[in-house]
């Protein structure tokens, strides 16, 4: 999908005021109007602008719009980065509606399930609930750890521009926390009225890429690189893991792609995942008159076609 510049849309800065945002809208969605244009393509205008406002008029939204950057506007078979919203802080509870719109696939991508903005829960006027997700480290879930994290929270300043202000928090990581879980910080949402409590803040997780692993659920992914030799005879290596190093017995004639389930060693829990070694043969490299001795050596002496179980039809 293609990226959607939705001040273009609106005719308006980048550093608008949420007033200057509003009267552009309502000037865009006069003349567009499907009752009122004789426009061949007002309709699809309409729907535009409409998008456009609904991302803008909302300074959390249009904060984490920003945060992807005027550069991806000519960028073709656009996606979102990898978690591109974390570390901003919004109000309502996590995951809530967004409630039923006809909006772009561009818009679906980024607010398909936007956090709704939540109002105060019925008269005693409490605060309300916030919520942010943050990166921690595979290895946080494993021994849980203390981590200060920083959040923005976007508000409108006095003079109509929307503004960032910063926090940070220290917050621990319980030991086997999975993606997609949340922690629970009482009374760090926004404040109550009169004698009314706090809200609470609810934390998110999401696991910071790593150069070695990969988590499904429960489970972690190593992807092993093991030499041509190690996977035909057999062998002991050390591998890592995020609970330190072990030995791992490869086992002979292993093929690339095999996979070796080392039980319970995956997230810590009552029943813990398990860790998968994913073996990855790797050619050592012909770039010397000796390694191309031994290659050629192996092409006469070694009875082996690699596509012998491929039926080829000459035509």
Known sequence: MDYKDYYKTLGVDRKATQDEI???YRKLAR???PDVSKEDNAEQKFKDVGEA???????EKRVAYDQLGSDWNNQQGFRPPPDWDAGFEFRGSPRGAGGQHDFSDFFESLFGQARSAGG???FHMQGEDHHAKILVDIEDSFNGASRSISLQMPEVSADGHVVSRSRTLKVGIPKGIRQGQQIRLSGQGARGRGSGKAGDLYLEIEFKPHRYYRVEGADVYLELPVAPWEAALGASVKVPTPSGAIDLK????SKAGKKLRLKGRGIPAKSPGDLYVVLQIVLPPADDDK???IYQRMKEEISFDPRASME???S
Request: charged share 30%.
């Open 312 to 314: 080829v039809v000459w």
């Open 250 to 253: 490869i086992p002979a004639n």
């Open 120 to 122: 105060p829960r019925g």
């Open 291 to 293: 390694s191309r001795e």
């Open 22 to 24: 509003k009267r552009a």
């Open 31 to 33: 003349q567009y109007h």
């Open 53 to 59: 406002y609904e991302v803008l008029k909302d300074p």
